[in-house]
């Protein structure tokens, strides 16, 4: 039997004939994936003694997570739909699952699709996710916001998200809002009966979008994950701009961040400015410039300079290759792996080619 690709996926629909002949409903399910996997060689990484080395090492994941999933979609007429996602993350240098062993880590719910908007349950990535996807052309790639602060690829377990699309005033708004009752449970407490605030998330994602203009604002805010520390609230706000000048596509955004603790506030803002050139319909290139302002969360002031080219060998399949520095101050220590995995003031280089395969 021959077998047809389409786009990045496989869709399987199934006409589904109810006990009333009155009543049908077309059904479809959808198959997809990203096997990604790169080398890659970073310098003045830390080791033993408080020394530095360079190393080269096999990544999953350096453009895209390597992924597998499925996309459940039932209409139920009148414009309404039942749909259901479950997507699993791993890395494809050893087989094992991401996101902490999860077997579908990367989304897991079920909801309603209206007029009025989306309504789901389940595990879901959260607002400053798509805040980055949104506004940093190089992200989720490894050398892009993530470096800096992990909510970048963030999820909320047990969690009722909303997502409203709406014309206003000649252009696009977009609204996305989630609240979690217990955002990791299982490397954190969960819903703790008793102790209502443990691991509760809110989080709102807007943007609005006008002729070849972009707006986006975020908020977030996380309780602590145990019954010690669910008083202790970490808030992240955000804006962001784009303009899409085809073939060209530039960004500026800010995130500050606050940490609210009993004995004393935590905070620091990051800035970046990026860009996306469409060389060619098979080629293009992305970069980002990122600098954080630290008040006293001690993680001093890096900056991160990255590029990113991505060249298509079919509809499906495409090589990248991806550049990056990050000069650390006095008492910074910033490196791709994240903060303290360089030594103290070093500035770290890196560089990784991979391939990235859809299905």
């Known amino acids: 039997m021959k077998k047809a690709w389409v786009g990045a996926s496989v869709a399987v629909s199934v006409a589904a004939s109810l006990a009333s002949p009155a009543a049908h409903a077309q059904s479809s399910v959808t198959l997809y994936g990203i096997v990604d996997v790169g080398v890659q060689f970073t310098n003045h990484n830390v080791v033993t003694g408080g020394k530095s080395g360079s190393t080269f090492s096999l990544i999953s994941g350096g453009a895209q997570t390597s992924r597998w999933g499925l996309r459940v979609r039932e209409e139920l007429g009148a414009g309404y739909a039942a749909v259901a996602v479950l997507e699993n993350g791993f890395d494809a240098t050893k087989g094992t699952a991401n996101n902490s062993g999860r077997l579908f880590g990367r989304s897991a719910y079920v909801g309603i699709d209206s007029p009025y908007g989306q309504l789901t349950m389940g595990r879901h990535v959260t607002g400053i996710y798509d805040f980055g996807v949104w506004f940093d052309p190089v992200g989720p790639a490894i050398y892009s916001s993530v470096v800096y602060d992990l909510a970048f690829v963030g ?42 605030r443990v691991g509760k998330e809110e989080s709102l994602f807007v943007t609005y979008n006008h002729g070849i203009g972009t707006l986006g604002l975020l908020f977030d805010q996380q309780n602590g994950n145990t019954v010690a520390t669910q008083g202790v609230k970490t808030q992240r706000y955000g804006a962001a701009a784009s303009l899409d000048l085809n073939p060209v596509q530039l960004y500026a955004a800010y995130r500050f961040y606050a940490q609210k603790q009993p004995v004393q506030n935590l905070y620091s803002s990051l800035f970046w400015v990026a860009g996306r050139y469409q060389v060619t319909p098979y080629f293009n290139i992305a970069s980002d410039l990122f600098y954080e302002a630290d008040r006293n969360t001690g993680q001093g002031n890096p900056l991160m300079l990255s590029v990113l080219a991505d060249y298509l060998l079919s509809k499906r399949t495409d090589v990248y290759v991806q550049l990056g520095t990050i000069l650390n101050k006095a008492h910074s220590a910033l490196g791709f792996a994240g903060f303290n995995t360089v030594t103290e003031g070093a500035v770290q280089t890196g560089a990784m080619i991979g391939l990235r395969t859809r299905f």
């Open 155 to 196: 999820r909320a377990d047990n969690s009722a998200r909303y997502l409203g699309k709406f014309d206003v005033l000649g252009g696009k708004l977009m609204v996305e809002e989630l609240y979690s009752f217990g955002y990791d449970s299982v490397t954190g407490a969960g819903p703790v009966a008793g102790a209502y």
